[in-house]
Structures are given as C-alpha cells and as structure tokens.
C-alpha cells in the first residue's frame, strides 16, 4: 500500500492555477504532521527537484516562491500545494514524501524522505 496518495494534478494553461493534495494512506503516515512532508517534481529528462516543505517551519525552492504555497490540514491528514501563475517550466510530475525525521527546517534533499507518493502529473501549456 502506497503510504501517501497525490492528487489534483491536471492540465492548464499559463497563468493558471492547480491546487494538489497530498494524503496520507492507511496508517503508515498518520498523523501526517508528525512527519516533514515535502513536495518535488519532475520533468522528462531532469532530475527530481524540489520545490516545498512543511514542517515547524516552510521552505520554498527559488523557482516557486511567491507563486506557490504549501499548507496542512491537521484534521483531513492532507498537506496541500496551491500553484498560482504557473508556467510551463512548472510542468512535471509532482510527489509528495515523508520524512520520519521531523526536522524544524524541511530538507531540500530527496535522499532524505522516506516514504514516497506515486506522483500526479502536472502539465502547463504556453
């Protein structure tokens, strides 16, 4: 069973705007704020990335700070990522990953997450 499930992702145009959800599946996350979650993405052909993290704190990768937003619901067990004015470099597949470790700044390091979603695809067109 896959421990946390991605979803929202979806095509859209340039400028527009997708909200994704990431939920924890069964109990192998839960509570999912005991865990850092972070979001990362890739595109054909790069490397996975990422691009945000929650934990006591929020961090952000250059490339999405100010358009985008990460939030968790406490109640839903749902992490979510708000992505406003996207372009099509956003395009890519979006994962969502735990690190059991819950550090107060999340890592930017995908080496360091250890349960992962099975990704939901985010396209943007020009």
């Known amino acids: 069973q896959v421990p946390l499930v991605e979803s929202g992702g979806g095509l859209v145009q340039a400028g527009g705007s997708l909200r994704l959800s990431c939920a924890a599946s069964g109990r192998t996350i839960s509570p999912i704020n005991r865990y850092v979650i972070g979001w990362f993405r890739q595109a054909p052909g790069k490397e996975r990335e990422f691009v945000a993290g929650?934990?006591?704190?929020?961090r952000y990768a250059d490339s999405v700070l100010g358009r985008f937003t990460i939030s968790r619901d406490n109640g839903q067990d749902t992490v979510y990522l708000h992505m406003d004015y996207l372009t099509p470099e956003d395009t890519g597949v979006y994962f969502c990953a735990a690190d059991q470790e819950f550090t107060i700044v999340p890592s930017p390091n995908a080496n360091e997450y250890d349960y992962w979603g099975q990704g939901t695809q985010v396209t943007v067109s020009s």
């Open positions: 929650i934990s006591f704190n929020i």
